[in-house]
C-alpha cells in the first residue's frame, strides 16, 4: 500500500530564506507527483506536476525535483515571503483507479 | 480558463435540511470528484465520475448523494447529514481520469451541520 510521508509536519522561518520541503513514498510505482498549497479554509492550489518520467520541474521560485528509485521528492522554496505562509501537500498518482494519495503536509510560516 | 467553480463558499444547515453543493469546469475535462477534508487533515476521496458516471463510492453514507448531470457539472445533493459532516468539501477534475493527469480543485465548500 502507498503510503506518503511529509517532513517536518510544520516549520517556520525567517523571510528570505531558502528552503526545502521533503516528501517520501513507500512504491516506486507512481504516475506523477504533484505539490498543492493549501490556505487555511481554501481550496487546493497546484503548484508544480512533475511526470514520472521527470526528474524535476520549476516555476518562479519554486522547484521540484522526484527521484523515484529512493522514493523521494523536495521542493525547494526560494528566498521566501510571508505570502508564502500556507500547508504545501505533496500528492501522488500511483495505481489506475483515479484515487490520489495526499501527504499530511507541511505547514509553513513566513516571519516579516 | 483553469477553474473548479464551487458554489455556496459557506452553507449552514440544520440536521432536517436538504441543499446542495455545486461544482462547475469549462476545461473540457471529463473526470471529476468530491473530497471531504476535516480540519488539519488532508482530502478523503468520497466520490469519482468519469464520463458523467459514478467510477467510485468510497463507501460514503447514502445521505451524501453524487449526481454528475452533464461533463460540466458536478452535484453533491445533502439530507439528514449529521454534525460529524461539518467540513470543507472540495471538488476537483482532471482531463481523464487519473493518474495520468493532472488534478485541479476547486475552493471549496465550508459545510457546518447544526
Known amino acids: 500500500k502507498q503510503e506518503v510521508t511529509q517532513i517536518p509536519a510544520a516549520l517556520s522561518v525567517p523571510e528570505g530564506e531558502n528552503l526545502v520541503l521533503n516528501c517520501s513514498f513507500t512504491?516506486?510505482?507512481?504516475?506523477?507527483l504533484q505539490w498543492f498549497r493549501q490556505d487555511p479554509g481554501k481550496g487546493l492550489t497546484s503548484l508544480l506536476l512533475?511526470?514520472?518520467?521527470?526528474r524535476e520541474q520549476t516555476s518562479g521560485r519554486l522547484n521540484a525535483s522526484l527521484d523515484k528509485s529512493s522514493g523521494r521528492s523536495t521542493l525547494y522554496i526560494a528566498a521566501s515571503q510571508p505570502g508564502d505562509s500556507a500547508t504545501y501537500l505533496c500528492?501522488?498518482?500511483?495505481?489506475?483507479?483515479?484515487?490520489?494519495?495526499f501527504g499530511q503536509g507541511t505547514t509553513l510560516q513566513v516571519k516579516p | 480558463d483553469t477553474e473548479v467553480t464551487q458554489t455556496p463558499k459557506h452553507l449552514v444547515m440544520g440536521m432536517t435540511n436538504k441543499k446542495s453543493l455545486k461544482c462547475e469546469q469549462h476545461?473540457?475535462?471529463?473526470?471529476m470528484y468530491w473530497y471531504k477534508q476535516k480540519a488539519k487533515k488532508p482530502p478523503e476521496l468520497m466520490f469519482v465520475?468519469?464520463?458523467?458516471?459514478?467510477?467510485i463510492n468510497e463507501s460514503v453514507p447514502s445521505r451524501f448523494s453524487p449526481e454528475c448531470p452533464n461533463s460540466s457539472l458536478l452535484n453533491l445533493h445533502l439530507h439528514a447529514l449529521q454534525p460529524e459532516d461539518s467540513a470543507l468539501y472540495l471538488c476537483?477534475?482532471?482531463?481523464?481520469?487519473?493518474?495520468?493527469?493532472?488534478?485541479?480543485f476547486g475552493q471549496g465548500t465550508r459545510l457546518t451541520v447544526v
Open positions: 476537483a477534475s482532471s482531463q481523464e481520469l487519473l493518474p495520468n493527469t493532472e488534478a485541479f
Open positions: 512504491d516506486s510505482a507512481i504516475y506523477n
Open positions: 512533475i511526470q514520472s518520467s521527470q
Open positions: 500528492v501522488l498518482s500511483s495505481g489506475n483507479t483515479g484515487k490520489l494519495i
Open positions: 476545461m473540457g475535462h471529463r473526470a
Open positions: 465520475y468519469s464520463y458523467e458516471k459514478l467510477s
